[in-house]
């Protein structure tokens, strides 16, 4: 260890010079590679020892423990090998061999403690080797890493001055060609076109050698990360500090949607490559018999002069000439572009599960860890001054302009999305009108039909586009003026997509509610649950929208956002204000009535949800008053989709229980016509021009007549498939909850 740790203090600058003074300067581009390949094995192998060595060190990092453990045993062993024997009376050999097990388990003890002994005694040294070996692996490999840049760096700049110069040949054969020979102007074309490929190859491979380093470097900084991380909850427990670490590790994470986006367009881009080399090598093919090209190329010009073919013949040979060696190059660029698209696809996809993993694992933390610390005296010294520069800071005017000049510089997309929103709000305009005069033809029993509720279905889901759709080219707009992903826009452009789904949600409470609605006519419900209904979305707009969007805005890490002061009064404000719509829409005849019943009150079921949904809403803002803002965070985003999957399942509910209702109408109203023609054929005596008895209408035939064995199988299923959907939605939560 010492000669190790002599070693690792000295400089190395000296020998990696030497290394690179020692490389031939004329190399051609083939012994580089081959060099780089030989220089990346020892890489590999350099991190596969530092990977054992790691594992034997954490191995060894809990032997001091289990050496306790062990000398324990041995010693229990010795006592009892060593302990008077109590059987007396035995026969000699039974007695001597007794004594040579007793004497046989005495020194396997005793060698066993003298082993675990030694073992404890050496292991601070032991360690002290691993570590010094550590150090020493990892040193290879900064300096493998080295070496690896500089080849690479050496190819590419040979590999760019090849294509420097094929650029410069190619250019000065399409230069050279007459400007009415179309075959020759056409095959020098595709060779400019064929030098740029290759060009863009290469420096995409450049581009790609950087990624692949850096992702080598987020993942082994997320597998520490990963490591700390439970270290620290099993020493820690839960408590602020702790809380105020993972959330700070949390922060730099990458958002794991960033890291799958990317994955996506990584494989997307290795299909291509792979599709772009099966058609190089395809042309390569076709090339390998050039005579035979140039000679079915000719055969199509067949006007072509005599004294004129000689001499296009020979340059069009010249030009696949060139074409030839430019098709091998790309060939084999592209092959490495697949091979190294392969391996950044590979470790982004490790960084991407990983990284999925410790987020997990702190959003499962932190949901009963306190993330910030509780208000006090310095929270309100700090609240002012962090809203004031929060609003204040030139970062919003600058994200709007950006905004603005991307959406003047795509104007065919800009427009493609101002027309779909003013078709959007057109249709959505007229969908009170028309789902009006589909309420008339369902009043009568021979015009009611099914097709008409999926006709206002579809109106009541136009009427509910325009917003969501709206919020979402917004987040797009802000999206595009991004980059890479980070900054205060990309910031924006999350606070706005995680709104679509709200206000989605939001559009349907409202539309579904309005008069000759869905629910008026089509699933019946009652006037005081409707309406309530529909005077509480906007106010619930006004309150999750705004904290939805500053509270995802803020929870970005790469931001400098007032997350702990004004975020904090903006989950308390809305809280409280949820509290308040809870304990007056569940107040008597409003949101709990049920049609054509008159509930006795009190109900005891009704008033305990007033009572749950009330408190729940304050007991959470209780919470982030005390700091468990990830806590809050992650139930409320839960609790929302609960109630937008309760809207689905209502819907659906609806739509089953008016399909059953207008069979059994459709079959009462036949069994009504029967038995109206039965007695107008058994009275004999009844005058002439004397009218049927009338039919029973829509209002006569209601839900009531449906049959209880049908209303309990709907209810059955309905009860099975939200509670599944559930149990779905709140998993990730589970094992936190428990």
């Not at 000065?172 to 060009?199: C, F, I, S, W, Y």
């Not at 190059?329 to 990983?354: F, G, K, P």
């Amino acid at each position: 260890a010492a000669k190790i740790d002599a070693s690792l203090a000295q400089d190395d600058t000296d020998a990696f010079d030497t290394w690179k003074k020692n490389l031939p300067v004329h190399a051609s581009t083939d012994q580089l590679e081959t060099m780089l390949a030989t220089e990346r094995s020892a890489l590999t192998a350099a991190h596969s020892a530092v990977t054992a060595l790691d594992a034997e060190m954490r191995h060894q990092s809990v032997r001091p423990a289990q050496i306790r453990d062990e000398l324990t045993a041995a010693y229990a062993s010795m006592d009892a090998a060593q302990a008077p024997s109590s059987h007396k009376g035995e026969s000699a050999p039974l007695a001597s061999a007794r004594t040579l097990r007793t004497q046989a388990a005495e020194r396997l003890a005793t060698v066993q403690i003298a082993l675990l002994e030694l073992e404890n005694r050496s292991y601070e040294p032991r360690m002290r080797l691993l570590s010094s070996q550590l150090r020493q692996r990892q040193r290879t490999i900064g300096e493998l890493n080295e070496h690896v840049s500089t080849l690479e760096a050496m190819v590419l700049n040979r590999t760019d001055e090849y294509v420097d110069t094929l650029r410069t040949r190619v250019m000065q054969q399409a230069g050279q060609v007459p400007e009415k020979a179309r075959t020759l102007a056409d095959a020098a074309n595709t060779n400019v076109t064929l030098t740029n490929q290759l060009a863009q190859t290469i420096a995409r491979l450049s581009d790609l050698r950087t990624q692949k380093q850096e992702l080598d470097t987020t993942r082994q900084e997320t597998e520490q990360a990963l490591e700390n991380t439970n270290e620290r909850i099993r020493i820690g427990g839960v408590s602020e500090a702790v809380g105020l670490i993972l959330l700070a590790e949390q922060h730099k994470l990458k958002p794991v949607s960033l890291l799958k986006r990317q994955l996506a367009e990584l494989q997307t881009e290795l299909a291509s490559a792979r599709m772009d080399l099966i058609s190089v090598r395809e042309r390569q093919s076709a090339l390998n018999d050039i005579d035979g090209v140039v000679d079915r190329s000719l055969a199509r010009l067949p006007n072509l002069p005599d004294e004129r073919r000689a001499d296009v013949r020979s340059k069009l040979r010249d030009i696949l000439d060139v074409r030839a060696e430019i098709v091998a190059q790309l060939t084999a660029q592209l092959r490495r572009l697949a091979d190294t698209l392969s391996d950044v696809e590979q470790e982004q996809t490790e960084v991407t599960n990983i990284t999925s993993e410790l987020s997990a694992k702190l959003e499962e933390r932190l949901l009963w860890t306190p993330s910030h610390p509780a208000i006090g005296a310095v929270w309100f010294a700090q609240w002012p001054g962090d809203t004031f520069n929060f609003f204040a800071s030139r970062r919003w005017l600058s994200a709007f302009n950006g905004a603005a000049k991307t959406a003047m510089s795509k104007p065919l997309l800009t427009a493609g999305g101002v027309l779909a929103l003013v078709l959007a709000l057109l249709l959505g305009g007229r969908a009170p009108v028309r789902l009006s005069s589909i309420t008339a033809p369902m009043r009568r029993l021979r015009t009611d039909s099914y097709r008409l509720t999926g006709e206002a279905l579809v109106w009541t889901i136009l009427r509910i586009i325009p917003a969501p759709l709206f919020v979402w080219l917004l987040s797009r707009l802000f999206i595009q003026n991004t980059v890479n992903a980070v900054g205060f826009s990309d910031a924006i452009a999350s606070g706005l997509n995680a709104l679509v789904l709200p206000t989605a949600v939001l559009a349907y409470m409202r539309a579904v509610t309005m008069d000759n609605g869905l629910a008026q006519y089509h699933f019946r419900w009652p006037r005081p649950r409707r309406e309530a209904i529909y005077r509480v979305a906007p106010l619930l707009a006004l309150i999750a929208l705004p904290t939805t969007f500053f509270i995802k805005m803020m929870s970005r890490p790469d931001i400098d956002a007032p997350l702990d002061t004004f975020g904090r009064t903006l989950i308390v404000l809305s809280l409280l204000a949820t509290a308040a719509i809870s304990w007056h829409v569940f107040a008597p005849g409003r949101l709990w009535t049920v049609r054509q019943t008159t509930l006795q009150e009190p109900l005891r079921l009704r008033q305990a949800a007033r009572l749950f949904f009330t408190l729940t809403c304050g007991a959470a803002a209780l919470l982030v008053l005390l700091g468990y803002l990830v806590t809050v965070d992650t139930l409320a985003t839960h609790l929302f989709q609960t109630i937008g999957i309760a809207l689905i399942i209502s819907t659906f509910y609806g739509l089953a229980v008016r399909w059953l209702v207008l069979g059994e109408r459709r079959l009462a109203f036949k069994r009504a016509e029967a038995k109206s023609e039965s007695e107008e054929s058994s009275e004999t005596t009844t005058p002439e021009g004397e009218t049927r008895p009338e039919v029973p209408e829509a209002e006569e035939i209601t839900i009531a007549s449906l049959s209880a064995q049908t209303r309990r199988l709907l209810r059955a299923l309905t009860i099975v498939a939200t509670v599944s959907v559930l149990l779905w939605v709140w998993s990730d939560v589970t094992p936190a909850l428990s």
